[in-house]
C-alpha cells in the first residue's frame, strides 16, 4: 500500500478507536495547568505508530506523546492521535487524528480525520484537497468585516502576557465573528474548506498544523506567520486565510493592545 494508502487507513482506524471511546477517556494526566493527555490519546497513538513501523520501518515519527523516531532515510510522519483532546475528555464531539507526511524537510501529504462527523480530510502537494473525495476550495469572502474567523488560546494563557487575548479583543471588534472550537487540526481545515474565512493561533506544534497546513494550501488558502513570512510547522505562529482577507488579518495582528471600541454618545 502507497504512503496515502496506508495514512488514509490508520486515520480512519485510529478515529473509530476515539468514536467507540468518547465519553469514557479513561484515566487523565495533566501536563501542565490546561494540557492534558487523556488513555484514548495514547491508544490511539499506539495503534498508528504501529502501523507505520510495520508498512515503512525505515521512516521517522514525531508525534505528540511519545519520544521522537528519528531516521536516516529522510522519511518523516507527524502525528496527532487526538487534536481536540479537552474536547475528548469533556464529551464535547469536536475532535480528529491528524497526520502529516514530511520528505525532506517538506510536508507532501497531509490527512485529517474526523470520525464524528464521517469527514476525511486529505491533500497532496501539487493535486489539491479534498473532503470525502470530493475537491474543496477556500472561501471567496472578500473583506474582514464580513467573515468568520477561528482561534485558539495557548496552554500557557495563565502566565504569559503572550496569551493571544489581545489578538482575540481586537479581532472581535473587526471580524463578523470568531469561533474557538478546540481543535487547530479541523479550524484550518474549515479554513480549507470555505467555512471559516481566517484562523491565527500562537505556539502551536508541529503535530497540531503538518497536515492541515498541506490541505489549507492546497485549497488554495495563504498560510503565514504573524508578520506575512513563510509558514513553517516548526515555528511558534499561524496565520491562515482565504487569502483574500490576508492583508486585513496581518494589520489586526500588527496592533500590540487590544483596540478600544467607540462608543456613539447619546
Not at 484514548?40 to 508525534?63: T, V, Y
Request: hydrophobic share 40%; charged share 25%.
Amino acid at each position: 500500500m502507497d504512503i496515502k494508502g496506508v495514512a488514509v487507513k490508520i486515520a480512519r482506524e485510529a478515529g473509530l478507536l476515539l468514536k467507540e471511546n468518547l465519553g469514557k477517556a479513561g484515566k487523565v494526566e495533566f501536563k501542565g495547568a490546561v494540557n492534558i493527555v487523556t488513555e484514548a490519546d495514547r491508544k490511539s497513538e499506539a495503534l498508528i505508530i504501529e502501523e507505520i513501523q510495520s508498512n515503512f520501518p525505515d521512516h521517522g515519527i514525531l508525534s505528540e506523546e511519545s519520544a521522537e523516531i528519528k531516521a536516516a532515510s529522510g522519511y518523516k510522519w507527524i502525528i496527532d492521535p487526538l487534536d481536540g483532546t479537552t474536547n475528548y475528555a469533556h464529551g464535547f464531539p469536536f475532535f480528529c487524528v491528524s497526520i502529516g507526511f514530511e520528505a525532506s524537510g517538506k510536508v507532501v501529504l497531509g490527512v485529517i480525520y474526523d470520525p464524528v462527523l464521517d469527514e476525511l480530510f486529505v491533500a497532496e502537494d501539487g493535486k489539491g484537497a479534498a473532503l470525502n473525495g470530493n475537491p474543496i476550495h477556500v472561501s471567496k469572502t472578500g473583506s474582514l468585516d464580513r467573515s468568520l474567523l477561528a482561534t485558539g488560546f495557548p496552554y500557557d494563557l495563565r502566565t504569559s502576557k503572550e496569551n493571544n487575548l489581545d489578538h482575540f479583543s481586537n479581532f472581535t471588534l473587526r471580524a463578523q465573528a470568531i469561533r474557538r472550537a478546540g481543535s487547530a487540526a479541523l479550524d484550518l481545515c474549515y479554513v480549507a474548506s470555505g467555512r471559516f474565512d481566517g484562523y491565527w493561533e500562537m505556539r502551536l506544534r508541529p503535530w497540531d498544523v503538518a497536515a492541515a497546513s498541506v490541505i489549507v494550501k492546497e485549497a488554495g488558502g495563504t498560510i503565514t506567520d504573524f508578520k506575512g513570512s513563510p509558514f513553517s510547522i516548526y515555528g511558534h505562529e499561524c496565520l491562515a486565510s482565504n487569502g483574500l482577507i490576508h492583508d486585513e488579518m496581518l494589520g489586526v495582528l500588527r496592533k500590540k493592545t487590544p483596540a478600544a471600541k467607540k462608543v456613539k454618545k447619546p
